[in-house]
C-alpha cells in the first residue's frame, strides 16, 4: 500500500495534535477550516510525478527505488487512475481498462503481473460469439461470415491500399467503410452485420467516431485480432502491488505547473506548493485538452497543437450482475447487429466465460453514443440494456442484482477514456506530445508508441524515468521492476 497518512496527513494531525493541547489548556481550539488551511512546510524534491496512474507509478517506482527523492501527487482518492474496479459477487468487475493486450511473457505489463503473483485469466477469444439480429433474434453464423469475408477480401484491401500510396491523403473510416459498402453485393441483413463487424474491430477498440478515426493510422494503436487477458480481481490490484511503499498523497489537485531554467514548481487546488528539479506530467490527454492544468510558461506551440489534434475517446461500460446467468455462457461475446453503426446495445462481453464465479455481462459503448448514454440517468441506461437482453433472451430475464454505469467523460480526471490517432494525425504525433519542455517530462498513454494502453503507459514510465536517471547522469542504478531499456521493453512487446 502507498503510505497510511500522507505527508500533508502528518502534516495536518500535528496541527490538529496542537489544537487540542490548546482546546483542552481552555483557549481557543483551531476550526477545521484553518487547519485545512494550513500550509505545509516547503521541501524540495528530485522529481515531482503528477497522475498516479500505471505511468506515474511505475516512473515513481523506478526513480524512487533510484534513491531519488520522490513524490506523486495524485487528485483522486486512490492510485491507478483509468485503472478501476466494480466488486461484485464473485470477484470483481474492471470499469477501466480490463485487457491486457499482448498478454504473454515478454510484455511488461504481464511481466510484472507475473512478477507480483497476480493470477490471470485464460486468453480472450474474439472469434468466440452468440449472434442476434437487430430484432433480437437468433441470426446465421454462416451470414455473418459472408459478410466478414467481403470486409476481408474487400475493405481491408482497399484501407491497405490506401497506406501503401506514399502521400496519399489521410480520410476516415466512415469515408472508406461508406465506399465498401456502396461498392460491395450485400444484403440488408449482411450490411447489419458488416456495421457490427466493423464497429468491434475498430470502433469500439479505438474508442473514436468512425467520421474521425484515422485510415492511415488505422493499425497504429491497437489491433484486433490479439492475444489479450484479464487480471483475477481486476487491474487495480497491479497499480496497487507496483505503488507500494511509495509517497503518493492523494486527493491532490494540481491546478497549475511552472518551470524555469532550475526549478518546477506545481501548486494545487488546496493552496499547497511542492518544488522539485523535475515533474513528470502524466496527465491523461483530455486533462491537457481541457486545459484544466495552468502551464507557465504555457507549452511551446508544437505541443500545443499536438494535444489539440490527437485524438482522444470515450468508451464506456454498463455493467450488469445476475444471480443466474441465463445467456450462451459458452461464448465470450454476444453481438447484436444493426442497421446504422452507432453500436447502440451490440457488444455484451460475457464475464463468466474467463471467471466463472462471475455472473455478469458488460455492454460496451464508445464515441457519440457513449456520450448519448452518459446524458441519461443510470435507471434509464439499466432500463433500455435490460429491454435489449429481453429482446435477445425473452421475458423472463431476471432483474440485475447489481450494475454499475461508467462516465468517463464526465469524470473530472480523465474527461474521456484513451487516445486515439484522428484523421491527419501523423504517426510521431505521440513523439510530440511525450517531448519534455525543459524540466517538464511527459509521460502517460498518449505519449507512447503504443498509445491508448496500459502497456504503453507502462512504458511511457520507464521511457521518463530512463530520460531523467540519463540526465543526471546516474548510470548505475537498479531497476527493480522495469526491462533494462525502453527499446528492449518495446521489442518484446512485439
Ligand atoms: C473504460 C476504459 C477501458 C479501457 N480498456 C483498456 C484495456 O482493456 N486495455 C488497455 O491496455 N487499456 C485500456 N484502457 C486504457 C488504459 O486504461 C490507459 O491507457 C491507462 O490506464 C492510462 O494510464 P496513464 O497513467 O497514462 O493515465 P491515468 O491512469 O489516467 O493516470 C493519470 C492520473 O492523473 C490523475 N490526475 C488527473 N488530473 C489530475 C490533477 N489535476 N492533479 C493530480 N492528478 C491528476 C488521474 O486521477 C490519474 O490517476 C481503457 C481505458 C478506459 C477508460
Known sequence: MTHALSRRGVALWLVFAASLAVAADGARAVPAAEVEAAPVAEEQYDVIIVGAGMAGIVAARMLTDAGLRVTVLEARERV??????????????????MWIHGGE?????????????????PRQNYGSLTLFDAQGARSSPASYLRAYTQLNSRLIPQMAALRATPGAPDTSLAAEYSAFLDSATLSPQQVDQANVIMHTRWQALLNGNITRLSVLRLNDAKVLPAVDVMLEGGMPALADELAQGLDVLLDT?????????????????????????????TLPLGLLKSGAVAFTPALPEEKAAAIDSMGYGLLDKAIFVFNTSFWDTGSDFLLREMPDWSGRWSVFLNYQKLFPSVKALVAIHVADTALALEGMSDDEVVDEGMAVLRQMYGPDVPEPIQTSVTRWAADPFSAGSYSYFAVGNPRNMTRALAAPVGRLLFAGEATSDKPASVLGAYLSGVREAERILTLRGDGNYSYG???PSVEAALQAAG
Do not use: C, M, W
Request: charged content about 15%.
Open 105 to 121: 511473457a515478454g510484455n511488461a505489463v504481464y511481466d510484472a503481473a507475473v512478477e507480483a503473483n497476480l493470477t490471470l485469466s
Open 253 to 281: 489537485v494540481v491546478t497549475g505547473i511552472e518551470h524555469s531554467a532550475d526549478l518546477v514548481v506545481v501548486r494545487t487546488e488546496g493552496g499547497e506548493t511542492f518544488t522539485a528539479k523535475h515533474a513528470v506530467v
Open 80 to 97: 491507478g487512475g483509468r485503472l478501476v474496479a466494480l466488486q461484485v459477487p464473485g470477484g470483481a468487475i474492471d470499469q477501466g481498462a
Open 481 to 483: 521492476l522495469a526491462p
